[in-house]
């Protein structure tokens, strides 16, 4: 859905550059390094690797890369350790931002944040200030391929969708509640409707419009600096 998660959509814009393609290969191998460390190496019973690992493939990611950065996570192969980080901002006309990242030098990062969002007209917020403002559910994107709409809204709601919002005219936004997603996902699975991708996201309770330009603009600036920042993985908002 735009307006709530701007990196993950990267992948559905066409050509990326290979500076930008090294750029998110660098962060996917961060994020599947930290879910190996934090419950394992197996694909089949951790379900965060498994998603991590499935997003890096649709990125084209090869598989030696994957498979590298799950024995650094499990200690097999040595690297540097990394931690998440979620950070809560606003930018323009209040609008609210939730963060997310992994670093491995949390000071320097928030700084560099922090920064950032000063030269764009936004701030960053106390700790619970924004999170109340969204909610974490599964995010599940499909392809109808040669199925109807109807068809496919009615799979997933057979598979135990909660919400469906149509991106396009072929692919469907399935939520989920946060600890259904992989239930779900298997159930698609299981219909012939295999996933394109699934994550865990922080959707907005309410969204915000935003109608005046200068601050459009000032919002995708933004959006622009954080995706560009290494350490930034995902960043959600509440504009419409």
Do not use: C
């Not at 930008?20 to 089949?44: M, V």
């Not at 990394?82 to 928030?110: H, V």
């Amino acid at each position: 859905m735009s307006g709530h998660s701007k990196w993950s959509q990267i992948k559905h814009k066409k050509g990326i550059s290979d500076v930008k393609k090294g750029k998110i290969f660098s962060k996917l191998t961060r994020i599947i390094t930290i879910a190996a460390r934090q419950k394992g190496g197996d694909i089949e019973t951790n379900s965060s690797l498994r998603m991590a690992a499935e997003k890096a493939r649709s990125f084209n990611m090869p598989q030696e890369n994957i498979e590298r950065a799950i024995k650094k996570g499990t200690g097999e192969i040595e690297g540097v350790k990394f931690e998440e980080f979620l950070m809560e901002a606003y930018g323009p006309e209040g609008i609210a931002l939730i963060i997310e990242g992994t670093t491995d030098n949390k000071n320097r990062t928030i700084s560099e944040i922090k920064f950032l969002l000063s030269e764009h007209n936004g701030k960053m917020a106390q700790s619970g200030s924004v999170l109340w403002l969204f909610e974490r559910r599964g995010q599940i994107s499909l392809s109808r391929g040669q199925k109807t709409k109807e068809e496919t809204e009615l799979a997933a709601i057979d598979a135990g969708a909660e919400d469906l919002n149509w991106s396009d005219e072929n692919n469907l936004e399935v939520y989920t509640k946060s600890e259904e997603l992989e239930k779900v996902k298997k159930n698609l699975e299981k219909n012939n409707f295999p996933p394109v991708e699934s994550s865990l996201a922080w959707l907005p309770k309410n969204k915000i419009k935003i109608d005046n330009e200068k601050t459009k603009e000032q919002l995708e600036k933004i959006f622009e600096k954080l995706e560009e920042h290494d350490d930034v993985n995902e960043i959600y908002s509440n504009q419409e």
